[in-house]
């Protein structure tokens, strides 16, 4: 009986014990659906944003592995879901005379040095290339962030600009050719 008796005190506290280390998990577990919840938030947040801004970005991990990208890359590097994964090398740009995109990431992941390149599409848009190191909040380089920059409006205003120039100083040419009045 009293074996009984000591047994069923340790079943007692071993019961406790459990109860204590489950309410300890419980309060764990709350926690951590608490992170889950504002980590998916954010991702939602970070989506929304990059997709919104129109910036065609692709990211690439250390081996020039694509990891994700906007919808607006998809313009610039022909670029598929299947393609998160592939290598940097196998994809195929939608960029004029410019075959340097893996070599130029290899050479940002070397340096830390960013580059940038003015190019244009195949389909005649204008943008700005920049490739820099993609950085973690503990500042270690995780591979790279290419982003293509529409510049196509810059450059029609530009020429726009420059063709009204031409225009004025014509313009200005006439108006100095022709005989003034003395008044």
Excluded: W
Excluded at 139 to 151: A, H, K, L, Y
């Amino acid at each position: 009986n009293e074996e009984l008796q000591s047994t069923n005190e340790e079943l007692e506290t071993s019961k406790e014990e459990l109860q204590s280390v489950n309410e300890e998990l419980t309060t764990v577990n709350l926690e951590l659906q608490s992170k889950i919840a504002f980590l998916s938030s954010s991702q939602n947040d970070l989506n929304n944003l990059l997709a919104g801004t129109g910036i065609a970005t692709v990211f690439v991990d250390p081996q020039l592995r694509i990891l994700r990208y906007t919808p607006a890359a998809t313009a610039m590097v022909n670029l598929i879901p299947s393609d998160v994964g592939r290598p940097l090398s196998h994809l195929v740009t939608n960029l004029v005379d410019y075959q340097d995109l893996q070599k130029d990431a290899e050479a940002v992941l070397a340096s830390l040095v960013p580059r940038e390149a003015d190019l244009e599409t195949r389909s005649g848009a204008s943008c700005r290339l920049r490739i820099q190191p993609y950085r973690t909040l503990e500042n270690m380089v995780e591979g790279v962030v290419i982003t293509f920059v529409d510049r196509t409006e810059v450059r029609r205003l530009r020429e726009e600009l420059e063709f009204a120039q031409i225009a004025l100083q014509h313009a200005l040419e006439l108006a100095r050719s022709v005989p003034g009045d003395s008044h």
